[in-house]
C-alpha cells in the first residue's frame, strides 16, 4: 500500500505555494532519478537575461522559483504576480524559453522537416498495456502532447489511466517511461488497490509502482487550477513523465452550471489547458486526460453523443480517443489526430487493467 507520510516531504523543501500538505498523498521517489534530468539545479533564474535579484525575488514571491517555471507561465498571471505590464512579463517569458533553447533543453524554433522527422522518431511512448490500443495509438501515449479519453461512465476511462501509471513506471525497454506519475483525481475514483492488482497480475513489483505514484484528490475547481499552475514543481519532484487528470472537466462542468457562465467556465478550462500544452512540451512529458460525454441532440444520424468541453478542449488535446462500452469489450476510436488515420479497435478491462481481448491474444499465439 501506497506510504502516506510522504506529505512531510513538501515541509522540507520549499513548496512556497499555497497548496495544502495533504494535496499529495504519496511519494518516495523511487523513480529512477536518471531518466528526467535535473533542469533545475543547472540554471538559475537570475541567468536568464533581465533578471537581477529584485526581479528574481518578486518571482519567487509569486510562485517562480526555476527557468522553467518561468517558461510555461501565461504572461497575464505573471503580469500579476510581479506587478508589471503584460510587455515586461511577456518579454521574461521569452527570455526564459530562450535560455532553455540555448542550453538545449527546448527545441529550436525554426527546424527543417527532416531534423523534426527524427525528433519526433525519438519521442517516448508508453504502453497501454493492451496491443489494441498501443496499435491504435501508433506505439502508445507519446511525450509533448496530451492525449484525451472520453466516453460514457464504465467505458473504461479510469482503468486507463490506472494501468499507464503501471506501465510508465516500467523501463523504456519495456514500453514504459522509466519514470513516476503525478496522479490528479477529480472524481475520487483512483484506487491504490486497483494499481497493486494491475502490477502484481502482470509480474511486476506492486510497492515500487505504488511509491511511484503521486496522487492528489482535488475537491473544486479552484483547488484543481492552482494544481495545474504549480505543476512543474510537481513534476520535477516527482521525476513524472506521466500526468494523469481524470478527469479535467467535472470540477468546472459540475460548478458553472447554467448558461450565463459558460462563457467563464471555458474562459477558466482554457488557460488552464494553455498551461498543459506549454507544461508538456517545455518538460516533455505526456499529459493524459479524461472526458465525459454529453448528449448532441442535433445529431440526426449516428452516434448522438460527443466530448463535453467544446471548442476549448477539443482543440487542446492533440489526440482523442472515444470509448465505448459494448458488452464487456470496449471500442476505442481515434476521433481527432494531426497524423493517425482514423480507425477504431477494441479491448477490454481486466485484473491487468487495459488488455486485449482474449481471441485477440490467442490468435496472435498462432491458435
Ligand atoms: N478488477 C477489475 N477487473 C475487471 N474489470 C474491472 C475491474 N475493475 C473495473 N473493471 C471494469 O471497469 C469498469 C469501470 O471502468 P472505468 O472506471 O474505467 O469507467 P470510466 O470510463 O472511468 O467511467 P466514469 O465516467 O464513471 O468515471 C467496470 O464497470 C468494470 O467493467
Ligand atoms: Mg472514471
Redesign the pocket.
Known sequence: MADKKSSDRFKDEDMTASMSNEDLEISNNNADSKTIPTIIDDLDIQDVPGIGPTTAKKLRDGGILTVMDLAVASSEELSVEINSSKESAAAFIIAAQQLLRDSNLLDKEFVTADVALEKRKSLLRCTTGSKALDKLLLGGIETQAITEFY??????????CHTLCVMAHQPVEMGGFGSGTIYIDT?G?FRPE?VD?IAASRGLDPSSVLKSIAVCKVYNSSHLELIIKDLGKYITDYKSRLVVI??IISLHRAEFAGRGTLADRQQRLNTMLHKIIRLAEIYNISVVI?N?VQSSPDTFFGDPTKAAGGNVLGHASTYRIY?RKSG?NRTAKMIDSPYHPYSDTKFT???KGADDLEEETSSKRGK
Open positions: 466516453g460514457e461512465f464504465g467505458s473504461g476511462k479510469s482503468q486507463i472524481e475514483t486497483r492488482q481524470d478527469s479524461t465525459q470509448l464487456e478491462v481486466t485484473e
